[in-house]
């Protein structure tokens, strides 16, 4: 059941918030543009009104949720100032001396009441209302992404290694201390705080005592000594992959046994450990309509197909024209713009010359004809074969054609010199989506597509508004799904505060136009 929402009329009455908040007030701006009823409608499934202890307002827990990342606040913080702070209280739709719960009722509201699927759907109503008002058209778009640095200390590979033993023999104990103990937890411990050797040698020693505790634990489950848990499991599970992660090849390492879910990261010169937020965002209003948050390892190309569907399911939203770096320049987006008639303004990452080296013709100087599948080089020769479904990048794994030329009129043509070294042909390998690619760079030499593309600094602006105001750049919680969460509730901060920008003091029809910048 739910308490009563609580008046702002006390002893003072709303007289002491007229006086005291001011009228331009950034939480007045918010109060008076965006509607937080719906999330009655939204949370009505996770309240019993006949069982349990009453609970509080869920309008009134979101907003304080709000107010975090509105402000920077930690979960005391946020309580502290809502006892202590009028316009908080004004925000809040408090009296002045009504009690404010205890912190651990935010973190229980933020991960239990809410979660993940549920601070998506208020993201959703955000934009849904931008929508509503005219600020959000969806006509042009810009996508692009983030690191969010992991809310955890990095150790070596032996420390990493050391600290999943420890952890599985930690649970081991709470089943049988002694077992625990046979397996090396009190020496374990004892060797805490020594300083032990990050050399190959000193690796390998902890590589081989957590082969051997994995295989004295396996005994003991075998043997019934000790329960199958979840917990162990997981355990188990962590120190397996700490193991194999030690070799260098492994694009999928575990950094943390606090926090499983986080990768390594680089974007640019920037490495991290975390996770990375993918945005995409309304150019003319400056709404985020989109986000999502993979481990720091993921591809930003990866992540341009999910969003779109996600805001197109959400609010049918399908731009017009869709921004990126070369980042996205997948052939599987490019075609999939195309045939969403989006037109593409995707930086395109120059394809290297590598049969011939440089100075040598690319792929760029051969003129395709993809519907009859032919090609013609520089002197105006037709390739007399093709491969089809070749692998185009051998790192990808992309389909494409492979195109041959006679070695006789390559040895005799008079550009030889400048297209091939050996004496069998020119031999060219083209991309399946190679039409998508032209298409795109075309448009990139155009003066819209240069303008658009000069336009990401729109969405860089953003996530330095994310980062700054919003504290987007650490993550506050642990593992993938509060990660999630962190980064909605950044956005929905983010949003709600240029929704009252953009709409402040203007008349209740009125309607943003797409001409007006964000």
């Given at each position: 059941m739910l308490k009563p929402k609580s008046p702002q009329e006390s002893f003072f009455?709303?007289?002491?918030?007229?006086?005291?908040?001011?009228?331009?007030?950034?939480?007045?701006?918010?109060?008076?543009?965006?509607?937080?009823?719906?999330?009655?409608?939204?949370l009505q499934d996770r309240y019993n009104p006949d069982i349990g202890r009453p609970a509080e307002n869920p309008e009134f827990m979101l907003r304080l949720c709000l107010l975090q990342y509105i402000y920077g606040d930690s979960d005391r913080q946020v309580v502290e100032n809502a006892r202590l702070n009028l316009a908080y209280k004004y925000f809040l739709g408090i009296a002045v001396d009504a009690e404010v719960p205890d912190y651990t009722t935010v973190s229980y509201f933020r991960a239990?009441?809410?979660?993940?699927?549920?601070?998506?759907?208020?993201l959703e109503q955000i934009v849904g209302q931008c929508i509503d008002k005219g600020l959000v058209k969806g006509n042009r778009q810009i996508i692009d992404s983030t690191p969010i640095r992991a809310n955890i200390t990095m150790s070596s590979i032996a420390g990493l290694v050391r600290k999943c033993r420890e952890n599985v023999l930690k649970t081991v104990a709470k089943q049988d201390t002694k077992i625990a103990e046979k397996l090396g937890l009190q020496d374990l411990q004892n060797a805490k705080n020594v300083n032990f050797s990050s050399t190959e040698e000193g690796l390998q020693q902890e590589i081989e005592a957590a082969g051997k505790l994995l295989d004295s634990v396996t005994d003991e489950l075998r043997d019934k000594k000790i329960s199958?848990?979840?917990?162990?499991?997981?355990?188990l599970g962590l120190l397996e992959k700490a193991v194999a992660d030690r070799e260098e090849k492994a694009k999928d390492k575990l950094i943390s046994p606090v926090d499983p879910d986080a990768r390594m990261g680089k974007k640019a010169s920037t490495i991290w450990p975390g996770y990375k937020a993918h945005i995409v965002m309304d150019e003319d209003s400056g709404i985020i309509t989109g986000v999502k948050t993979t481990p720091?390892?993921?591809?930003?190309?990866?992540?341009?197909?999910?969003l779109l569907k996600e805001q197109e399911e959400a609010h049918a939203i399908k731009p017009k024209e869709l921004t990126g770096d070369k980042a996205y320049d997948w052939g599987e987006n490019l075609e999939l713009l195309d045939s969403n008639k989006t037109i593409a303004n995707i930086g395109i990452s120059k394809q290297a010359n590598r049969w011939n080296g440089a100075g040598y013709f690319s792929v760029e100087d051969f003129l395709y004809d993809h519907e009859n599948i032919k090609l013609m080089c520089p002197a105006g020769h037709i390739s007399t074969s093709c491969y089809r479904e070749v692998l185009y990048n051998y790192q990808l794994n992309k389909p494409g054609y492979a195109f041959q030329f006679k070695a006789s009129l390559c040895n005799a043509c008079t550009l030889k010199y400048k297209c091939v070294k050996n004496k069998e042909g020119r031999r060219v390998y083209i991309s399946y989506?190679?039409?998508?690619?032209?298409?795109?760079?075309?448009?990139?030499?155009?003066?819209?597509?240069k303008q658009a593309y000069r336009n990401r600094y729109k969405i860089e602006q953003k996530v330095a508004d994310l980062i700054r105001y919003c504290g987007l750049r650490r993550c506050r919680y642990r593992g993938l799904g509060r990660a999630q969460i962190h980064t909605l509730l950044a956005t929905i901060a983010c949003n709600i505060k240029r929704m009252a920008k953009l709409l402040w003091g203007k008349p209740d029809n009125y309607y943003f136009e797409s001409s007006v910048a964000g």
């Open positions: 009455g709303s007289y002491l918030y007229d006086r005291i908040v001011p009228a331009d007030h950034l939480l007045r701006k918010i109060n008076q543009v965006i509607d937080f009823s719906f999330i009655g409608q939204i239990q009441r809410l979660g993940e699927e549920k601070f998506r759907s208020v199958p848990t979840e917990e162990l499991w997981k355990d720091a390892n993921a591809t930003d190309g990866s992540q341009l197909k999910p989506y190679e039409p998508y690619y032209r298409q795109a760079k075309q448009r990139l030499a155009t003066e819209e597509g």
